[in-house]
Nanobody
Framework: QVHFVESGGGSVQAGGSLRLSCVHP????????KAWFRQSPGKEREVVAV??????????NAVKGRFTISLDSQDPSKNTLYLQMNSLEPEDTAMYFC???????????????????WGQGTQVTVSS
């Protein structure tokens, strides 16, 4: 069952930027961990970034310093999650998925098996 709607994917040249958006339904509470994952053909789905309201953030080493995960500060319901992607590289080409997990510990969950709620994905293609 698809819970979220992602948007913002597309095709860009290396060095370019994209911003992905994900709208959560109200039953995904603000206390949930919210994340972006990505998956390339033939590869495992891997975590990109994780966010929890209150300032807790996690980034994979592959995107640290280039990507930023955040909630929409203009949305009082805090139902819109963003992934700002700068300095894109061909290696960032993948299907990107939004996901959410109920908190079970203070440590941000980073494996796909820890996430129960998923979106349908949005394709990002970076050409060299």
């Amino acid at each position: 069952q698809v819970h979220f709607v992602e948007s913002g994917g597309g095709s860009v040249q290396a060095g370019g930027s994209l911003r992905l958006s994900c709208v959560h339904p109200n039953y995904i509470g603000t206390h949930f961990y919210k994340a972006w994952f990505r998956q390339s053909p033939g590869k495992e789905r891997e975590v990109v970034a994780v966010y929890r309201d209150g300032g807790q953030e996690y980034y994979s080493n592959a995107v640290k310093g280039r990507f930023t995960i955040s909630l929409d500060s203009q949305d009082p319901s805090k139902n819109t999650l963003y992934l700002q992607m700068n300095s894109l590289e061909p290696e960032d080409t993948a299907m990107y998925f939004c996901a959410a997990a109920e908190p079970r510990s203070y440590k941000p969950p980073t494996h796909r098996s820890e996430y129960k709620y998923w979106g349908q994905g949005t394709q990002v293609t970076v050409s060299s």
